[in-house]
């Protein structure tokens, strides 16, 4: 993706993983062989590929650079973490090497912004070291919505899997590491950075604007 800039503002994409690489068949429990060839002529060329049959899926983080700040919205799958396919992949190198390549280490990320708690949106948010799962943003505070986060715990004490396991290990360690900010759907770090509650793919998920020089962008994730 080319930079997008806002004002002050710049946002580029760290990609995890893209292309054409997942069946509708097996993304959507209720596929319908008709209601796809009626839309696939709007989805043709860029969501689906024909030749292969899948669609166009990628996993991203957004790395936000205003005057003030180094954020992040979303951290894609992340390395290390145990899940069972398609979540985890080869070469999950590649997101921390675009990260490096725009010049951002993981010490100047000031914020880290979760728009909702998916396994695809938190993975990067910690980092094994010495058999425990720790922040890989040392200096960062992390941004989850305060219900999202309560529906999750709550999950993960009823043993539920998948869920319970995404929860422990890339969302409870950032708060017992006093470094979660569990907020409100009015939450503004700024007059640059605020939500908008947008509930329905997950219990509490989030859009984040960005606003600069009477410019707005919004950052729409799922
Ligand atoms: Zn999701």
Redesign the pocket.
């Given at each position: 993706m080319r930079q997008i800039r806002i004002g002050d503002i710049t946002i580029d994409a760290v990609i995890e993983r893209e292309g054409p690489w997942r069946r509708p068949q097996d993304f959507f429990p209720a596929y319908n062989e008709a209601v796809f060839r009626r839309h696939l002529p709007d989805m043709e060329p860029e969501f689906f590929d024909t030749a292969s049959g899948k669609m166009f899926i990628t996993y991203q983080t957004f790395v936000v650079r205003t005057p003030r700040h180094t954020i992040l919205v979303d951290t894609c799958t992340g390395e290390d973490k145990g899940h069972p396919p398609p979540f985890d992949f080869p070469g999950k190198e590649r997101w921390r090497n675009e990260l490096f390549a725009l010049g951002v280490s993981f010490e100047q990320i000031d914020y880290v912004f979760c728009t909702?708690l998916?396994i695809?949106?938190t993975g990067w948010n910690t980092t094994l070291r010495d058999g425990r799962w720790v922040p890989t943003f040392p200096n960062a505070k992390y941004i989850f919505h305060k219900r999202e986060y309560a529906v999750w715990e709550a999950e993960y004490a009823k043993g539920a899997e998948p869920p319970g396991k995404v929860f422990r290990d890339n969302c409870l360690p950032i708060v017992e590491a006093g470094q979660a900010l569990l907020v409100n759907d009015d939450y503004a770090l700024d007059d640059t950075v605020t939500l908008t509650p947008t509930p329905g793919?997950?219990p509490c998920h989030c859009c984040v604007n960005i606003f600069s020089k009477g410019q707005h962008a919004v950052v729409a994730a799922?």
């Open positions: 909702h998916h695809d949106h793919h997950s799922i």
